[in-house]
């Protein structure tokens, strides 16, 4: 592959809660506070699992034809994995530093990230920690103000980055508030080198903000100003504003947005602008089945996707108004999807099933050993790699003991988008997976308290680091484990 290795691109919208903490959850704030109203939004990877759907479009290069040396190399990239490390993100002295109950709780991990070798873990709770992977030790937690709550985390490659979206028990958790810091201080632990960004912006309920590294923006949203506003996202300066005119929901896609309107029974309007500079590009009325609820409409370049509720699946060409339309007994409402955009596929999720689609409407990949963990579909516990050759996710497995009981534990499953065939797994019944011996140059025993299996058990979240061929995994107990040949 010439050139600069592309990276993920990743969209993840975080928005604001109705209301602040009310006891849920340990007192987390805004557990259980839904997102209902007027505008829909994409909940934040951090709160209800059942509602989050953190969007992930892959926009990366098609490949030119491969021989058989790299294509045979995938299976050899996971042969030998190990459970190399362990990192705990729970700390007996987080007493000292934050003065929120629930923060000083263990908690499920619920977002990993991971660059220049430095890997963020987020929990459930608002604590975020940085670990070093070169020196295999906690660098800090990031939460700077005794009273943050980490809402999600963002990596800027633009500029090096990480960016975190946080609220405060000071005003009720009920504004989120942004920072950034280099990647490089962080690594010298010199937080304070950060800086917020959007501080003109007022971004309460049902207010969100919005990182699309497809185009390097960001969308926010002030429901106190009525207004959207874009913001470069290489170094944050604004670019233009949308009024809020009966918009219902804006979908970002390659060089365009997508305002949805508010419906009438038989049409919902339509706009396309321009992402560089919000000129307006077509107008347009898409016709509805009356008294049918919209269970999506997603753009992907010029294709529009709508679904109604017991109706056909539609695929519309905006430039030429071809229509197709698909049987709603073959393809039924996923709960989520992910864009492989230079591929001109989408990958969709349901009851616990990933399925390959092209835009003729035609099924292109069924998996034959993918059957996800979770009944949500959190793309926390899904990483696609940058060629969009593989999907890496947490699964359903079982392990047979002597007695001949079966129980169900998870594994770590790695297949090709285009055949489904699982070419890998990281599972506790594979008798060569161990935990990495204790280094010639340690006194002390491993980092590792875990075993295999105790590791593979409820995964809440898993990245690939793809430079350093590493997958990690966190898990409800608040640990991080690093998978390594």
């Avoid at 070798?117 to 800090?140: W, Y």
């Avoid at 947490?394 to 090709?416: F, L, Q």
């Avoid at 070419?423 to 011996?437: C, E, F, G, Q, R």
Wanted: charged share 25%; with cysteine; hydrophobic share 40%.
């Amino acid at each position: 592959m010439d050139g600069p290795k592309r990276q993920l691109r990743v969209r993840l919208r975080v928005t604001a809660r109705r209301r602040g903490g009310d006891g849920a959850d340990g007192g987390r704030p805004g557990a259980g506070a839904g997102a209902a109203g007027r505008k829909r939004r994409l909940d934040a990877p951090a709160l209800n699992s059942a509602a989050k759907l953190q969007r992930r479009e892959i926009g990366v290069r098609q490949l030119a034809a491969r021989g058989g040396g790299p294509a045979a190399a995938v299976p050899e990239r996971f042969r030998n994995m190990r459970l190399q490390e362990e990192f705990d993100t729970y700390d007996d002295n987080t007493h000292l530093f934050v003065k929120l109950q629930f923060l000083r709780r263990r908690s499920k991990i619920i977002e990993i990230v991971a660059a220049k070798d430095i890997i963020f873990a987020l929990a459930h709770s608002g604590l975020c920690a940085a670990f070093n992977r070169v020196t295999n030790k906690r660098i800090s937690f990031l939460n700077l103000s005794p009273d943050e709550v980490i809402r999600s985390l963002f990596y800027n490659k633009n500029n090096d980055s990480l960016i975190t979206v946080s609220v405060y028990a000071s005003d009720n958790f009920s504004t989120l508030k942004c920072r950034t810091t280099p990647i490089e201080y962080i690594r010298r632990n010199q937080l304070d080198a950060g800086f917020p960004l959007f501080e003109s912006e007022s971004l309460k309920w049902p207010g969100f903000v919005e990182f699309d590294d497809v185009n390097g923006k960001v969308l926010t949203y002030s429901a106190q100003d009525g207004i959207y506003k874009v913001f470069d996202l290489k170094n944050y300066s604004f670019l233009y504003s949308i009024p809020d005119e009966n918009v219902q929901e804006i979908k970002i896609s390659p060089g365009i947005m997508l305002l949805i309107y508010d419906r009438t029974p038989s049409y919902v309007p339509l706009k396309i602008l321009s992402i560089e500079d919000g000129k307006p590009l077509k107008f347009f009325k898409h016709l509805l089945h009356r008294n049918k609820k919209i269970d999506f409409i997603e753009q992907f370049n010029e294709k529009l996707l709508v679904k109604q509720e017991d109706e056909n699946f539609q695929i519309l060409d905006v430039r030429t108004s071809e229509l197709i339309e698909v049987s709603v007994s073959k393809f039924m409402t996923p709960s989520a999807f992910i864009f492989l955009y230079e591929n001109n596929l989408f990958l969709t999720f349901r009851n616990r099933t990933v399925a390959v689609w092209n835009f003729r409407g035609e099924l292109v990949t069924s998996f034959e050993d993918h059957l996800l963990w979770h009944h949500d579909c959190s793309t926390n516990n899904i990483y696609i790699t940058s060629d969009q050759d593989l999907i890496i996710s947490y699964c359903k497995s079982e392990v047979v003991a002597e007695d001949g009981t079966v129980t169900p534990i998870g594994s770590i499953n790695m297949s090709e988008i285009m055949t489904g065939k699982c070419i890998a797994k990281i599972a506790a019944s594979d008798p060569a997976l161990n935990v990495t011996p204790r280094r010639h140059n340690r006194k002390k025993r491993s980092s590792v308290w875990s075993t295999v299996p105790e590791a593979l058990e409820d995964v809440t979240a898993l990245f690939y680091d793809e430079d350093r061929n590493e997958i990690y995994t966190g898990n409800s107990h608040g640990l991080v484990h690093v998978w390594s040949n």
